[in-house]
């Protein structure tokens, strides 16, 4: 194996995908300002209640916040202070749950977020992949038809319309299944049996709604994938040499898998950010919920801390997956010595 031409490549995704991470964090920073609004007047209605509405404690509360948070300062000092504190690992202090930090927010839910989302982007793409597969190998019949006509209508089904279709039926109708959270209220977390079946009890309709809604696209997307390899060269030749169909259907089930194996390693680099509108219909405690509050409330330290960690863990997804491809394809190592 040739390292150089490999190096060199990884070497050139890992600049790019630093410049694109550069640009995507100051983005992030912009955005969040343009939003109409003083990220402050909530926290300072607050202490104003607190305060007794008077008028001088309310006056040094708020020059102390704005030295804290700086919002006061040019646009241009914010960001060399957001850019410096996220390279040291500070993502600040969140407006919204003074004076707690926004990394001590964001862990405590990052489990209940990946909980959901990796088992349930995983078991779509499995499921969907051998559905597909199925269907692209028996392409024209009545398989064919029934995965392909229900693929197209589970891929535009919302999965939050999905979830509350599912809160209607299994949990208001028949009542089988709560409604919203992770866990019932007052309830102490714990590795209990009781526990872990009342989380599962909570995890189902979540899980199902994003697993339905997820796999139809991944069916689709693999059915093509077969079909177009079942038509290829290889396997046409293959054919004709007398080769068993389950062999080259095999043969062009891996093939087909690459580019999906793709898109599965971004779907769970983006897992980090939750499944924002799902959380906020189950009112589920990860990290989408904590990102909506914290774009309803304007607090800014959230909204950044959030989608730092979230832009960084999606293009780790995407420099890992190159470098499985430089090192499974020497057509892309290869490539780089031209």
């Known amino acids: 194996m040739k ?20 640009v995507a964090t100051t983005i992030v920073f912009i955005l969040p300002r343009a939003i109409p609004g003083n990220p402050l007047s909530q926290l300072l209605s607050n202490l104003s209640r607190v305060a007794q509405a008077n008028p001088e404690s309310i006056r040094a509360a708020e020059r102390v916040l704005l030295e ?33 930090k926004v990394i001590d927010l964001i862990i405590p839910v ?29 392409r024209n019949t009545w398989v064919d038809k029934w995965v392909l006509t229900s693929s197209m209508i589970l891929s535009q089904i919302p999965y939050y319309w999905l979830g509350m279709i599912f809160i209607y039926l299994f949990g208001v109708k028949l009542g089988w299944l709560p409604v919203q959270g992770a866990y019932s209220q007052g309830t102490i977390p714990s590795f209990s049996l009781s526990f872990i ?8 309709m979540p899980f199902a709604s994003i697993v339905l809604s997820a796999m139809g696209g991944w069916a689709i997307g693999m059915r093509v994938m077969i079909v177009y390899e079942l038509g ?12 068993e169909d389950k062999r080259i259907f095999k ?28 959380e906020i219909v189950f009112n589920y405690p990860g990290t989408g919920y904590l990102l909506f ?20 863990s999606i293009y780790l997804a995407n420099f890992v997956v190159d470098f499985v491809y430089a090192l499974i394809d020497p057509r892309i190592r290869l490539g780089q010595e031209e």
């Not at 079946?197 to 189902?204: E, R, T």
């Open 3 to 22: 390292f150089k031409p490999m190096f060199k490549f990884i070497g050139r995704r890992f600049l790019f995908l630093l410049l694109t991470y550069i």
């Open 68 to 100: 804290e948070f700086g919002t006061d300062k040019p646009v241009m000092v914010q960001y060399v202070n957001f850019v410096s504190k996220a390279l040291r690992g500070d993502l600040g202090v969140s407006i919204t749950y003074y004076p707690r």
């Open 110 to 138: 990052i489990p209940w977020t990946l909980v959901l989302l990796l088992p349930a982007t995983l078991t779509a793409w499995w499921l969907g992949n051998k559905l597909g597969a199925i269907a692209g190998y028996r």
């Open 197 to 204: 079946i009342d989380v599962l009890k909570h995890y189902i």
């Open 232 to 243: 290829s060269d290889y396997a046409l030749f293959s054919e004709y040499l007398g080769m």
């Open 251 to 278: 043969y062009a089930y891996r093939n087909s898998l690459l580019p999906q194996i793709t898109g599965l390693a971004l779907s769970l680099g983006g897992a980090l950010g939750g499944a924002l509108i799902t």
């Open 293 to 312: 509050k914290g774009l309803t409330t304007l607090d800014y330290p959230m909204i950044q801390g959030i989608f730092v960690i979230l832009i960084a």
